[in-house]
């Protein structure tokens, strides 16, 4: 079984600050990862995939790559209390398996 | 586009008794998967389809779950006779084959008492 790995949290971080979400992956050969939000309640939201070593920068998202270390990131800059949810990391090989999800909390 | 949608949003049952879930992919979208959700396990594969025909089960618990796509539009979730432990939110998600990601439904949540 292809297993995806996350910190399950809480991460708690100040208002304005640098959040960073991390994801381990098991199978060395995936090739698409991607990054989705869901709030309390909610369905997961597609909010950010990488595919190339890296960074990819959309906004205050940045997805982070490294497939030698089999590593993903998602840093959000300027943290706002809206940003506090679920973070999934999800890789795709033919279906889309999940990691467990960090919880992150943004404190005004 | 409507998103996927989903139905019933909320569904309590009693312990035994068949509980049919429903889902509507996007329009153009060809492939679909359903999904189970709980705190214990977290965001789970059950099953997807390719173009109306089931590719993976492997994820499907027990022989009391079945799922069925006759046709582009339209998929079920069927689980018979269902149980206390099969509470959690079931998600249905489809995306174009090979694309950026998949697109969510809102979520059955499914009590059985």
């Known amino acids: 079984q292809k297993e995806v790995e996350q910190n399950s949290g809480p991460l708690s971080v100040p208002e304005g600050a640098i959040a960073s979400l991390n994801c381990t992956y098991s199978?060395?050969?995936?090739?698409?990862f991607f990054w989705y939000r869901q709030y309390s309640g909610k369905s997961p939201e597609l909010i950010m995939f990488?595919?190339?070593?890296g960074d990819k920068e959309d906004g205050r998202f940045t997805a982070q790559l490294n497939k030698a270390s089999q590593y993903v990131s998602l840093l959000i800059r300027d943290s706002q209390p809206s940003d506090s949810a679920t973070y999934l990391c999800?890789?795709?090989?033919?279906?889309?398996?999940f990691g467990a999800g960090t919880r992150l909390t943004v404190k005004p | 586009d409507a998103g996927v949608i989903q139905s019933p949003r909320h569904e309590v049952t009693e312990m035994g008794q068949e509980v049919t879930l429903r889902c509507k992919p996007i329009?153009?979208?060809?492939?679909l998967f359903w999904y189970r959700q709980t705190m214990m396990r977290g965001l789970e594969l059950l099953i997807y389809?390719?173009?109306?025909?089931?590719?993976?089960d492997s994820g499907m618990p027990e022989d009391r779950f079945s799922a069925k796509m006759p046709n582009a539009s339209f998929s079920t979730l069927k689980i018979q006779p269902s149980e206390p432990r099969d509470s959690a939110v079931y998600f249905c998600?489809?995306?174009?084959?090979?694309?950026?990601?998949?697109?969510f439904g809102s979520g059955t949540r499914l009590t059985v008492v």
């Open positions: 998600a489809s995306s174009v084959t090979g694309g950026d990601g998949y697109t």
């Open positions: 199978d060395r050969g995936s090739q698409s």
């Open positions: 990488i595919y190339s070593n």
């Open positions: 999800a890789v795709n090989d033919n279906d889309m398996r």
């Open positions: 329009s153009g979208h060809n492939s």
């Open positions: 389809f390719n173009n109306n025909v089931p590719i993976d």
